[in-house]
């Protein structure tokens, strides 16, 4: 099977390691984002292959460094989203939005990965569910300029 431009072997395991990195980009669609492959992103003219090229780097090496600080911290960082942008005056590819949050990535632990993989289990994770709701129901996080706080016992449930 084939996604992304990535050819995937028979017999994967969900929440396996995979043996490289894979990037998976997607488009903006009206509805939801597209998974395609580096190959449909220039030949639907929505990037140039030197762009892309830029754009593919970052992404690796950013995720790479994501991966590596969450494993000094306990943590596997297991996939993310990077959103990325071109300055139409100057030409600069950007990175934009959020990186490595518990909103645009997942994480497992650590400590407990290979034990519960090979016990059949899913991962352990943090969830960031509960963390959203209490800002959704105390500010606006898409329109106010400044968040409130969230409180104590909320952070620390997140850090564990």
Known sequence: RNYCGHDLPEGLQ?????????????????????????ADIVSEGWMTQEDFDICAKAALDVFAFGQKVALERGLILVDTKYEMGKDEETGAIMMIDEMHTPDSSR???????????????????????????W?????????????PEAPKELVEELSR
């Open 14 to 38: 969900k929440n396996q390691k995979l043996w490289k990195l894979l990037l998976t980009p997607t488009t903006k669609e009206e509805e939801h984002d597209r998974p395609i492959s580096p």
């Open 107 to 133: 994480y497992w632990l650590a400590h407990s990965y290979e034990e519960r993989i090979s016990r059949g289990m899913e991962p352990e994770n943090i969830d960031k569910e509960f963390l959203r709701l």
């Open 135 to 147: 800002f959704r129901d105390n500010c606006d996080p898409y329109h106010d300029e400044v968040l």
